[in-house]
């Protein structure tokens, strides 16, 4: 019998596809709020790698028109959302322990990631029910895709990261109250740093978004907490197939 690290399922079933969404979240805002405490530099390769991921599917989650009720549509395998997995874990218990941890960054607190996530599955309701901020999610998407081809395909240019910034401002950033994020006073004043936040907060909404798509419900989420952990566990296991 051979292992084999990171395999795709072919399919999960509706609980699991709404608790990996829900994990997107989670990494988007843990992701923020390591942007927010340490800085581009700090965040490291992996921590570039995650934020990637997240970039590439909100570009592809369409307000009304999304047909896949599968997650994984929007990513290449579930190694893309390890750190969302252990985020939102973290937010409802001890971490699990998974193997191998090179890409997993040390866990922060997870009271302000939660916190965030929290924030942005409130917002995403009342983003998505105006149609002119949901026209200009549509329209920035469709932009930026054509941007990519302009820069190799790199997600993580500054343009593109400056225009998700820049929706998230005229969109979620509009609305009241507002997320406030916790960090480092100085970084804050470069542009360019607080553009990566920002643009993290908008792949969160999205994220929020899918998983709103696939039924997700704040009441649920709190009053399911066993389901979800277990759901959460058993995907983190589906890492590793054993054939």
Known sequence: MVELPFQQPRTLNQRQ???????AVFQATQLT????VSGRQSIG???HFYFEQLIKASLNIRPADNTSNQTLDFFSQLADISLGLKTLESSITQPFNTSPKSRIPKMANAKLPMTYAM????LEKKV???PEYVEIIEKSQQ???K???FFDNDYLHPSIIANLAQTYVETAGQINPRILVRGNAEA???ASHTNRIRACLFTGLQMAHLWRQLGGSSWNMIFSKRKLLQDIQDLARLQYQVV
């Open 17 to 23: 596809n709404r608790a990996l969404a829900l994990a």
């Open 33 to 36: 709020h390591m942007n927010a």
């Open 147 to 149: 941007q990519l081809s």
């Open 143 to 145: 932009k930026i895709l």
């Open 45 to 47: 390769e992996s921590g």
């Open 128 to 130: 998505y029910s105006k």
């Open 188 to 190: 804050f004043k470069d």
């Open 119 to 122: 924030a942005l599955l409130a």
